[in-house]
Structure formats: structure tokens, C-alpha cells
């Protein structure tokens, strides 16, 4: 199993990036997989972002409501984070991460995530 996350850079606050994430090694579960995004800021610990719950339903965290976009192309095995209006406490790493029976209860937790993507870097500058 393998997630290969990508898409990070340098952006100015109020500018926008889409980060993708191609997932192999569990095509046969695709559908019922759960696909999330999470972050961690130096000094900071890892906190989710948006989820694609089990192939239908997504969930943002407050802070990111409104701004960002998840979603997933089932043709390609891949999952996009659309972030806009992006904000200097954006900056972070970036992880994609996937799940194959994680409850509603749990989609914020980083341990209930199976597989994990190497992290993209995401710097706003201000």
C-alpha cells in the first residue's frame, strides 16, 4: 500500500493550491475507503482536516469550513484537497491518509488511519 502525496508550495495568504494524493495497493476497497487529510505545524500536533467518509460523505474541520474541498477521482485512485483563501496559520505539513473501517466517531483521530503518505509541505506567506 502506498500514498504519494504532492502538490505543496509557496503561496501568498489569500492565494489557493490543490494537493492530490494517489493511493495503490487498495484499489479493490476504493469505494468503501475513507480518505483524509491532516496537518502538523513545527511544535504542534497532528490534527485532521477533511474526510471523505467511506466513499460518500465529507467532513472539514472548523477551521478550514468554507475554504477547502475534498474530494476523489475513483477513475484514478486519487484524492485532491482544493484549499482557497488560504491563511498564514495554513502553513503546515500536509498528510493524506486512509482508512478501511473507521467510525464517524473517530475521523478526526490520526491513530484510526491505517495508511499514512509521506507529508507535503503547504507555506502561506502573509
Known amino acids: 500500500v502506498q500514498l504519494q502525496a504532492s502538490g505543496g508550495g509557496l503561496v501568498q495568504a489569500g492565494g489557493s493550491l490543490r494537493l492530490s494524493c494517489e493511493v495503490s495497493?487498495?484499489?479493490?476497497?476504493?469505494?468503501?475507503?475513507?480518505l483524509g487529510w491532516f496537518r502538523q505545524a513545527p511544535g504542534k500536533e497532528r490534527e485532521f482536516v477533511a474526510v471523505?467518509?467511506?466513499?460518500?460523505?465529507?467532513y472539514y474541520a472548523d477551521s478550514v469550513k468554507g475554504r477547502f474541498i475534498i474530494s476523489r477521482d475513483n477513475a484514478k485512485f486519487t484524492v485532491y484537497l482544493q484549499m482557497n483563501s488560504l491563511k498564514p496559520e495554513d502553513t503546515a505539513v500536509y498528510y493524506c491518509?486512509?482508512?478501511?473501517?473507521?467510525?464517524?466517531?473517530?475521523?478526526?483521530?490520526?491513530?484510526?488511519?491505517?495508511?499514512w503518505g509521506q507529508g507535503t509541505q503547504v507555506t502561506v506567506s502573509s
Open positions: 495497493g487498495l484499489t479493490s476497497s476504493w469505494n468503501s475507503l475513507s
Open positions: 491518509a486512509a482508512a478501511t473501517g473507521v467510525i464517524l466517531s473517530s475521523i478526526a483521530r490520526p491513530s484510526a488511519y491505517n495508511y
Open positions: 471523505s467518509w467511506r466513499g460518500s460523505r465529507t
